[in-house]
Structure formats: C-alpha cells, structure tokens
C-alpha cells in the first residue's frame, strides 16, 4: 500500500517497486510518496537499501551489471522506466550529490558551466549568469567570486562540496538527490550545508540518505526507515523520531541495533 | 539491544531514582497524616528532614536527565522518560514540600485537634494520602489505569475541600473564635487539595511517557 502524507503535491511516486543485484533481493516492494518542495531524508542501516533507492529516482543503478527493476517511479506522474524516457534529460532534471566532494579538475567557473554547456549553452552572458546564480544557491559565491578562473581543487571539502551543489543546481534540476552529502564534512561545513537545504527546498524537492540521524531530525520534513530491503515506515520526521508506529524502528533511531 | 549498555544502565538507573523518589515522597505524606492524626510532635519534625532527602534526590534526578540529554540526545521513548522524569520531579518534589508545610504548621498549633473541629479533615486527609499512593503506584507500575482513577479521586478530594472551607468559615464566625486556628485549619486543607493535584500531574506525566499526550493535546 502507498504511504500517503499530508495534501502535498506528489513529486515522485513510488509503486511496488522491486530491485535485485543478481539474485540479491535488495528492494522489497517499496511504496512512497517524495512531495514536493520538502525533504524527505532516508535513514537506515549500513546495506539496508536506502542509497539504492536513492539511485534508482534517477535511474543511477541502470549502470550497474545484473540490475533487475521492477515496478513503478513516476516523476510528475511520468513513468522514469519507459523506453520513451532519455536517461541524460531524467538526470537534468533529477540532479545528484555525492558522499565525497567531486569536483571536476577544473576552473570554478567551468565545473558550474559544464552542465549547462552539455545541454547546448553557449553564450557568454547567460553561462556568467547561470555560474553566479548557482554559486548563490548554494551559499559559495561570495567565498569563490575572486578565484573563479582557479581550479576547484583548491577549495576545502566543505566548499567543494557547496559547489558540487551548484554544479548540481546550474541545469536547474527539479529534484536533488543527496546521498550523504556531509558525511565527510566538518561540523561548520555541514551546518552550512543544511542550512543550505533548508533554503533549497522553496525551489526544490529533495531526498537524502544520511547515517547521521540528528541530522534527518534537523533538516527533513519527512522520515523513512529502510532495513534489509524493506521500507519499514514512512512519516512525518517529528512523528518517526517521536512516536515510531515499528518497533524496529523505534530499537533502530534509539540505537538499540545497528 | 547490545549497541548502547552504557545508555541503558544511565536510564535504568533514571528509573530507579524516581523509584526511590517516589518512595520518600509516599513516605513523606503517610508520616505527615500520621502526625497529624496522633499529634505526633516528633514525627512532624522528622518531616522537615525527610524534605532535604527529597529535595536532594530531585536535583540527582534533573542532573543525571540534563547529562543524559546532552551526551546521548535520546529520541523517541527514550526522550519521553528523560523529559518525563525532569517534569514529574517537581510535582513529586512539590508533595515533599507541602507534607513538610503541614508539619510546620501542626508544630505550630496549639488548640483543640483539628480532627475533632472539623469533621471533614480527616476524610481528606486519608483520601489525599491514597491518591498519593496511587498516583505512584501508577507511575512505578506504568499502569494507566489506576493513574485514570487517582485524576477521578480528585474530584472527591475538591469537594472536601470545599466542605471543609465551610466548616472553617463557620467556625470563624463564632463568637471568640479561633480565628488564628480557622486561618491554620483552612491553609492545612489547602495544602490538601494541592497535593491531591500533584498527584493528578503525575499521573499526567504517565501518560506523556506512555503516550506522549497529556489530556488528548499530543506533546511530542
């Protein structure tokens, strides 16, 4: 059964959805409603299928050898498994963020305008706009203003990282998918980076899979808890970390396993 | 349930305090019912005491939920008793208080027993005393149940109260009367009813912890 949640509107709608690695079963018949213009965060053990989910909304497992898929992502109502669907336009507008900063080995400016450039971009005056624009998003413009034509090598993890975003941001994505984004970050860089999201979500939707359960209780409007496979329980981030409905659940966020 | 011995031991031994908490404060109300009953002069200044040990115990218990809070950042049930034990050590601490008030004024009474003037105070005393118990009981036991019936209790403690302020209001409007000992009378009662009320929010505090709702508003 689908969790429904609040009147929202529906962003990605996930149905019956299955995913085997060879023989290993590693989604179970997950069911969820991502709404728009929130966060929704998934939290989990270590292999209990949360990042795979993540990759599998913009269609990232496609790639790995002896992936089987079934069931239903709907992107505004739009089946993302359809042969019609062109998997670079998908990820355009489903953008990703990685654990680990990574950073093209090149220019500031150029790690921005990279994106744009691949979907046909070419003059002068609107890349300068899209590069700031994105670096404003993601609160590093005015670290990185002076050192735009450097490489992005050069900046700390944490603004590496705010950049990745905006390398993310400049094809103007609808939703973002972050999978562990601050885990390699220091507490500044990662306080800047959720503050960051909560600016984002006006404009974006957005999922994120983090080990760091005080950051979920931070940052998400929404809660879910995978474990082996299986999407145990989907809530509001207040009634998950409250009043969890499983009591797998409940042993997971109060670190009675895991 | 191998992942966090040491979380659990700091809980487990939360749960003990307010265990032993709750044991001084019934300790507390019977000895003062009994002082009053007996005119007990020695048993009411031991009350005054037995205060300090409650008192000290609270502060234990605030201490130990604040370390808890910042080093562990408990969730779900775990928040629940830690935020429930910070709430419920004051209504407890508050019983210890008023039983110790009482005691201060039955030392300071000399007159006819207030047991023999007015004729509902030992109803309410005994009444007040069992929702105590209850009220404890309830929160040890984390029965829901009986915590439902010491909030039914009240009602019965309310009235008595009113009654007895009748009686008292009588009493002062004799001619050369007691108004001093009307004054003490009326304020023992009143100490009563307060401590009837303490027991309500105990038991309310339960239902927090079991819950996390108080009166059909969801806390958290």
Redesign the interface.
């Known amino acids: 059964m689908t969790e429904q949640v609040g009147k929202e509107q529906v962003k990605i709608h996930v149905e019956h959805l299955n995913l085997f690695y060879g023989s290993n079963h590693a989604l179970k018949d997950v069911n969820m409603d991502i709404l728009e213009n929130k966060i929704t965060a998934f939290i989990g053990p270590s292999g209990c299928g949360k990042s795979t989910f993540l990759k599998t909304l913009n269609r990232m497992n496609d790639l790995v050898p002896n992936v089987s898929i079934d069931g239903t992502v709907e992107l505004d109502g739009e089946n993302i498994f359809s042969p019609r669907v062109d998997t670079t336009l998908l990820r355009k507008k489903i953008g990703m963020v990685f654990q680990q900063p990574n950073p093209f080995p090149m220019s500031v400016y150029d790690n921005i305008a990279y994106g744009p450039r691949i979907h046909g971009i070419r003059s002068k005056v609107k890349l300068d706009e899209i590069v700031e624009k994105s670096l404003r998003s993601a609160a590093i413009f005015d670290e990185v203003k002076d050192r735009m034509k450097k490489s992005a090598l050069g900046l700390s993890g944490g603004q590496q990282q705010r950049l990745c975003i905006a390398r993310a941001l400049a094809v103007e994505p609808e939703v973002l998918l972050m999978d562990e984004p601050t885990s390699a970050l220091d507490p500044i860089s990662t306080l800047k980076i959720e503050e960051l999201m909560e600016g984002l979500k006006k404009d974006y939707t957005v999922a994120i899979v983090t080990h760091n359960?005080?950051q979920a209780?931070r940052i998400a409007d929404y809660t879910a808890f995978f474990l082996v496979g299986e999407m145990v329980e989907f809530g509001t981030t207040?009634q998950i970390?409250?009043?969890?409905g499983d009591k797998r659940t409940?042993d997971y966020?109060?670190?009675?396993?895991? | 349930m191998a992942a966090r011995p040491t979380f659990d031991h700091e809980l487990e031994q939360l749960n003990t305090d307010l265990i032993r908490m709750g044991a001084l404060v019934e300790e507390a109300i019977e000895k003062v019912v009994s002082a009053f009953q007996n005119e007990d002069y020695q048993l009411a200044k031991s009350i005054v005491e037995h205060d300090r040990q409650i008192n000290e115990i609270e502060k234990i218990i605030e201490s130990r939920s604040l370390s808890l809070m910042l080093r562990q950042q408990p969730v779900a049930g775990d928040l629940r008793l830690v935020s429930t034990a910070l709430k419920v050590v004051t209504d407890m601490e508050r019983i210890g208080d008023q039983a110790a008030d009482i005691a201060e004024l039955i030392l300071h009474i000399k007159g006819p027993h207030i047991y023999e003037v007015v004729q509902h105070i030992p109803d309410m005393a005994k009444n007040t005393k069992q929702m105590v118990h209850d009220a404890i009981r309830a929160f040890v036991d984390r029965d829901l149940e009986l915590a439902g019936e010491v909030v039914r209790q009240d009602d019965t403690v309310d009235d008595l109260f009113n009654k007895v302020k009748a009686e008292v209001v009588k009493i002062m409007k004799t001619e050369n009367a007691p108004v001093d000992h009307g004054i003490d009378f009326l304020m023992i009662a009143k100490y009563l009813e307060r401590i009837g009320d303490h027991a309500v929010n105990i038991c309310e505090w339960l239902e927090f912890r079991q819950t996390g709702t108080i009166n059909q508003t969801r806390l958290l």
């Not at chain 1, 970390?241 to 969890?244: H, K, V």
């Not at chain 1, 966020?253 to 895991?258: D, L, V």
């Open positions: 359960m005080q209780t207040e970390f409250s009043m969890p409940e966020i109060t670190g009675r396993f895991g």
